[in-house]
């Protein structure tokens, strides 16, 4: 197979548009956040929302009475009262939705689908709200308005005509509330299939998997509050100066007190060396705090081998000094595998180690006693580790590190995945899962009685197999833009184009409304910013962050229009017209559900653990979920213990002359939405199409920095393109290269997944150059 990117005019509405001007490319800075960081937010808020509205909004976020961030899942404080926290791109995430712009039936009467897709995700996405449900018919050029009931009528036209129920797909981004995705799972599972993959799959899945066979629970095991008590934290292949900003202040604190941070990233993100908080106003005038106190350039997928040269060092102090650098107690007592790990990790070769990870063995020796000197270390990661190719075992190297210390449920240490979406956690948290639990569907069989589907659902790679297949014929989505963020675009794409039905409920254009079935329908929201009015009064909902503290949001500005409806009105919506009544079976009272969400929470209490006494819990501000591990010290695996676990250093193989490329996230992005044209951190801005390179690999490749290249993606003997990419000299090790995703979405093979998660290795891409 080859596809190629020429980008060309409509022949590939599926890809970004080339840029023909070259970027604007300056040094990074050496400090994040401060007083720039305020400019950028005041300017996107005043640009989207004006003056009035841009301040009303700013000041809710994250306050108790207020909307949770619609940005990312970092937990805010345990007393947010009377603070405001404030974060540069929670408010540019927050102006995005909250924007006075609109997308009307009028502005698609003007512009054709084909014309749409020929603007670049930044115009598309600025175009504004969504105001009505659309329809584009076979064959139509336009997406025309509908009414509600419509839309449901066609939904349950498709849906009742499928063959199977198995021939649906869907899907779920992490913004859905618990209330809504609680709701959503149940009408897929009454539907009678598991087909509900969300973008988890392509996410922290690694994390889930990884974590569920070694700890029991798929989740992380600190709390904020831990970070005050951490000696050690490591920060593995994660940016958080773009994509968590708060936790740059939770990291500050903990510098200031003397806490030892680590970064181990083939980058060195400006957010990790320095930090001035936006807030404290004296910071600004200063060089603001350091971060990170070592920073290791891992060279891309070498993160297996850079923490075993970490360990080993460890097991070669501890042997030196036996008892002072493991902690045997918990390691007899809690955990397993112990003797076959060590064993293992002493056959390892230095040579293998330092060749695989990049590093020199002094830095790895550096870390090493920062690490050994921990009385309480956590360790934190994102999308550098659970995309790579070996995502789950890398994940397990984190556990086996942090098990050697005991630093587990202990005060001050953990796992500490951090998520992506706000509300990411939740929705698996609520049932929406490929491959639901037992105990999980048991108990949506007592509490619903009816015969839940058992057998295993598509996740999102199996579903875009599944749909370039022919074999699933309505796609929806309860957010997303799935087209965009999904692996192989042009793969992507050609599935979608061969299902009968593509249904998007969104709260902006994306381009998974331009590329679409035989028919489409865009299914416009209320986003979390919105109060959410319904017959028995104003409505909450909730959403669980990266630490399992469950939180309540209530929007409080006006509707963008008065035709949108809210995630749980248009699942209930859906599920009204879909699923056939049989009068003898009790069924959900939909309606009711819509009137009065606390309904659907107390239905929540009755089957997921934890939730008992929802409501009551949620009005008093919150409550964490029980965790047993950092609770108890309790590991929920087959064996009772924790599990050491052996992995094997991965090598790539590349072609001649070839990188191996990782897609990353710009800093003024979210996921595909693309906030503006500045990567700040990085010194890159007025462009998006671009490739950094270490200079030596330019050098060798007799290319210019600013040239432009065509990148070709290797993998199984197929080959993908992506044109036009201007090349940036970065330090970054040689060898490695990075682009933005989703400009680089179409270079990623469908096939090239990390084994036992199936996520999209979308941090290990195999690929070469020529000039353009
Ligand atoms: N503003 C903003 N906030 C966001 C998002 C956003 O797009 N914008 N997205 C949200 C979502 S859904 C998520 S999942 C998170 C993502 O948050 P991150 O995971 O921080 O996002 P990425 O940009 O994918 O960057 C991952 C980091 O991994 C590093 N990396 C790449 N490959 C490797 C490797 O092989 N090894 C190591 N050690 N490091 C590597 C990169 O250099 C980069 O620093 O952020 C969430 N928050
Ligand atoms: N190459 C590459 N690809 C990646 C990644 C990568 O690092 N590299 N990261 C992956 C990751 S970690 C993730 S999480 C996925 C993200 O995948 P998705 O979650 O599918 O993508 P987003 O870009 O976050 O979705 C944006 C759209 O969501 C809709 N939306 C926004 N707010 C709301 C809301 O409140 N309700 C509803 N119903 N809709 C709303 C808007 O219409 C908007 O256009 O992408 C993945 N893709
Ligand atoms: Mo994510």
Same mark, same amino acid.
């Given at each position: 197979?080859?596809?190629?990117?020429?980008?060309?005019?409509?022949?590939?509405?599926?890809?970004?548009?080339?840029?023909?001007?070259?970027?604007?490319?300056?040094?990074?800075?050496?400090?994040?956040?401060?007083?720039?960081?305020?400019?950028?937010?005041?300017?996107?808020?005043?640009?989207?929302?004006?003056?009035?509205?841009?301040?009303?909004?700013?000041?809710?976020?994250?306050?108790?009475?207020?909307?949770?961030?619609?940005?990312?899942?970092?937990?805010?404080?345990?007393?947010?009262?009377?603070?405001?926290?404030?974060?540069?791109?929670?408010?540019?995430?927050?102006?995005?939705? /909250?924007?006075?712009?609109?997308?009307?039936?009028?502005?698609?009467?003007?512009?054709?689908?084909?014309?749409?897709?020929?603007?670049?995700?930044?115009?598309?996405?600025?175009?504004?709200?969504? !105001?009505?449900?659309?329809?584009?018919?076979?064959?139509?050029?336009?997406?025309?308005?509908?009414?509600?009931?419509?839309?449901?009528?066609?939904?349950?036209?498709?849906?009742?005509?499928?063959?199977?129920?198995?021939?649906?797909?869907?899907?779920?981004?992490?913004?859905?509330?618990?209330?809504?995705?609680?709701?959503?799972?149940?009408?897929?599972?009454?539907?009678?299939?598991?087909?509900?993959?969300?973008?988890?799959?392509?996410?922290?899945?690694?994390?889930?998997?990884?974590?569920?066979?070694?700890?029991?629970?798929?989740?992380?095991?600190?709390?904020?509050?831990?970070?005050?008590?951490?000696?050690?934290?490591?920060?593995?292949?994660?940016?958080?100066?773009?994509?968590?900003?708060?936790?740059?202040?939770?990291?500050?604190?903990?510098?200031?007190?003397?806490?030892?941070?680590?970064?181990?990233?083939?980058?060195?993100?400006?957010?990790?060396?320095?930090?001035?908080?936006?807030?404290?106003?004296?910071?600004?005038?200063?060089?603001?705090?350091?971060?990170?106190?070592?920073?290791?350039?891992?060279?891309?997928?070498?993160?297996?081998?850079?923490?075993?040269?970490?360990?080993?060092?460890?097991?070669?102090?501890?042997?030196?000094?036996?008892?002072?650098?493991?902690?045997?107690?918990?390691?007899?007592?809690?955990?397993?595998?112990?003797?076959?790990?060590?064993?293992?990790?002493?056959?390892?070769?230095?040579?293998?180690?330092?060749?695989?990870?990049?590093?020199?063995?002094?830095?790895?020796?550096?870390?090493?006693?920062?690490?050994?000197?921990?009385?309480?270390?956590?360790?934190?990661?994102?999308?550098?580790?659970?995309?790579?190719?070996?995502?789950?075992?890398?994940?397990?190297?984190?556990?086996?590190?942090?098990?050697?210390?005991?630093?587990?449920?202990?005060?001050?240490?953990?796992?500490?995945?951090?998520?992506?979406?706000?509300?990411?956690?939740?929705?698996?948290?609520?049932?929406?899962?490929?491959?639901?639990?037992?105990?999980?569907?048991? /108990?949506?069989?007592?509490?619903?009685?009816?015969?839940?589907?058992?057998?295993?659902?598509?996740?999102?790679?199996?579903?875009?197999?599944?749909?370039?297949?022919?074999?699933?014929?309505?796609?929806?989505?309860?957010?997303?833009?799935?087209?965009?963020?999904?692996?192989?675009?042009?793969? !992507?794409?050609?599935?979608?184009?061969?299902?009968?039905?593509?249904?998007?409920?969104?709260?902006?254009?994306?381009?998974?409304?331009?590329?679409?079935?035989?028919?489409?329908?865009?299914?416009?929201?209320?986003?979390?910013?919105?109060?959410?009015?319904?017959?028995?009064?104003?409505?909450?909902?909730?959403?669980?962050?990266?630490?399992?503290?469950?939180?309540?949001?209530?929007?409080?500005?006006?509707?963008?229009?008065?035709?949108?409806?809210?995630?749980?009105?248009?699942?209930?919506?859906?599920?009204?017209?879909?699923?056939?009544?049989?009068?003898?079976?009790?069924?959900?009272?939909?309606?009711?559900?819509?009137?009065?969400?606390?309904?659907?929470?107390?239905?929540?209490?009755?089957?997921?653990?934890?939730?008992?006494?929802?409501?009551?819990?949620?009005?008093?501000?919150?409550?964490?979920?029980?965790?047993?591990?950092?609770?108890?010290?309790?590991?929920? !695996?087959?064996?009772?213990?924790?599990?050491?676990?052996?992995?094997?250093?991965?090598?790539?193989?590349?072609?001649?002359?070839?990188?191996?490329?990782?897609?990353?996230?710009?800093?003024?992005?979210?996921?595909?939405?693309?906030?503006?044209?500045?990567?700040?951190?990085?010194?890159?801005?007025?462009?998006?199409?671009?490739?950094?390179?270490?200079?030596?690999?330019?050098?060798?490749?007799?290319?210019?920095?600013?040239?432009?290249?065509?990148?070709?993606?290797?993998?199984?003997?197929?080959?993908?393109?992506?044109?036009?990419?201007?090349?940036?000299?970065?330090?970054?090790?040689?060898?490695?290269?990075?682009?933005?995703?989703?400009?680089?979405?179409?270079?990623?093979?469908?096939?090239?997944?990390?084994?036992?998660?199936?996520?999209?290795?979308?941090?290990?891409?195999?690929?070469?150059?020529?000039?353009?």
């Amino acid at each position: 197979m080859s596809s190629s990117s020429g980008n060309p005019k409509s022949s590939h509405p599926e890809l970004t548009p080339l840029e023909t001007a070259p970027p604007r490319v300056e040094a990074p800075p050496s400090v994040s956040g401060g007083l720039p960081s305020v400019l950028s937010a005041t300017r996107h808020a005043l640009a989207e929302m004006g003056p009035l509205r841009g301040t009303k909004e700013l000041l809710k976020v994250n306050q108790r009475d207020g909307f949770d961030c619609p940005g990312c899942a970092w937990p805010d404080p345990d007393d947010r009262r009377d603070l405001v926290e404030f974060c540069e791109n929670g408010a540019k995430a927050v102006a995005e939705e /909250a924007t006075t712009k609109r997308v009307t039936p009028d502005f698609f009467a003007r512009h054709a689908v084909a014309e749409l897709a020929q603007w670049s995700d930044f115009e598309i996405g600025k175009a504004g709200r969504l !105001t009505h449900p659309m329809l584009l018919r076979e064959g139509a050029t336009h997406y025309a308005p509908v009414t509600w009931e419509e839309a449901f009528d066609i939904l349950a036209e498709e849906l009742r005509a499928l063959p199977s129920p198995d021939e649906a797909v869907f899907y779920t981004s992490g913004r859905a509330s618990n209330e809504a995705a609680f709701a959503y799972q149940l009408f897929v599972r009454m539907f009678g299939t598991n087909n509900l993959p969300d973008c988890s799959n392509m996410c922290h899945e690694s994390s889930g998997v990884a974590l569920k066979e070694t700890l029991g629970v798929g989740k992380g095991s600190v709390s904020l509050e831990d970070f005050q008590h951490a000696d050690c934290i490591l920060i593995l292949g994660q940016n958080p100066g773009t994509n968590h900003p708060r936790m740059l202040a939770t990291l500050q604190a903990a510098a200031q007190r003397g806490a030892r941070i680590i970064s181990l990233n083939p980058l060195l993100e400006t957010g990790l060396k320095s930090f001035a908080h936006p807030q404290k106003f004296w910071t600004w005038m200063g060089r603001g705090t350091p971060i990170a106190t070592l920073h290791l350039p891992v060279k891309v997928n070498g993160d297996i081998a850079a923490l075993k040269g970490l360990m080993k060092l460890m097991l070669e102090a501890e042997d030196r000094a036996p008892g002072t650098v493991f902690d045997l107690a918990f390691i007899a007592e809690h955990t397993r595998g112990f003797e076959a790990f060590v064993e293992a990790l002493r056959a390892t070769r230095w040579e293998e180690i330092l060749e695989a990870s990049g590093l020199e063995r002094e830095r790895l020796a550096a870390a090493a006693d920062l690490l050994i000197g921990s009385k309480a270390t956590i360790a934190c990661w994102a999308m550098g580790l659970t995309q790579q190719t070996s995502a789950v075992g890398c994940i397990q190297e984190v556990v086996n590190l942090l098990m050697l210390g005991g630093h587990l449920g202990r005060k001050g240490a953990g796992v500490c995945p951090v998520r992506g979406h706000s509300n990411v956690q939740g929705d698996r948290t609520m049932g929406i899962h490929e491959k639901p639990g037992e105990a999980f569907l048991d /108990a949506l069989q007592r509490t619903f009685r009816f015969d839940p589907p058992r057998h295993h659902g598509h996740d999102t790679v199996q579903a875009i197999r599944a749909m370039h297949e022919g074999r699933v014929g309505v796609f929806f989505a309860l957010g997303g833009n799935f087209l965009s963020a999904a692996p192989d675009t042009a793969y !992507t794409a050609e599935a979608l184009r061969r299902t009968r039905l593509t249904a998007h409920v969104s709260t902006k254009l994306n381009r998974s409304h331009l590329v679409t079935g035989r028919r489409a329908l865009i299914l416009p929201c209320l986003g979390r910013t919105e109060a959410d009015h319904q017959a028995s009064g104003p409505q909450i909902v909730s959403v669980e962050n990266s630490m399992g503290v469950i939180s309540p949001s209530r929007g409080n500005l006006a509707p963008g229009s008065e035709h949108l409806r809210s995630e749980v009105a248009i699942v209930a919506g859906l599920a009204e017209a879909v699923l056939v009544r049989d009068p003898a079976a009790p069924t959900v009272d939909w309606k009711a559900w819509t009137a009065n969400y606390d309904l659907i929470r107390d239905h929540i209490a009755q089957v997921v653990p934890g939730f008992e006494g929802y409501n009551r819990r949620l009005r008093e501000g919150g409550f964490h979920l029980p965790h047993a591990v950092r609770d108890q010290r309790h590991f929920d !695996t087959p064996s009772g213990k924790a599990e050491f676990t052996c992995h094997a250093i991965p090598h790539l193989t590349l072609p001649e002359g070839g990188l191996i490329l990782m897609t990353l996230r710009s800093h003024d992005q979210f996921n595909t939405t693309i906030y503006g044209l500045e990567d700040r951190y990085r010194g890159v801005t007025k462009g998006r199409r671009v490739i950094f390179l270490n200079e030596a690999d330019l050098a060798r490749r007799d290319l210019l920095p600013g040239q432009r290249v065509d990148i070709t993606s290797h993998f199984q003997g197929e080959t993908r393109r992506a044109e036009g990419f201007f090349t940036v000299p970065y330090e970054i090790p040689q060898g490695c290269a990075a682009a933005y995703f989703p400009e680089a979405n179409v270079l990623v093979p469908i096939g090239h997944v990390t084994g036992r998660s199936h996520t999209p290795a979308y941090k290990s891409i195999l690929i070469t150059l020529s000039p353009h």
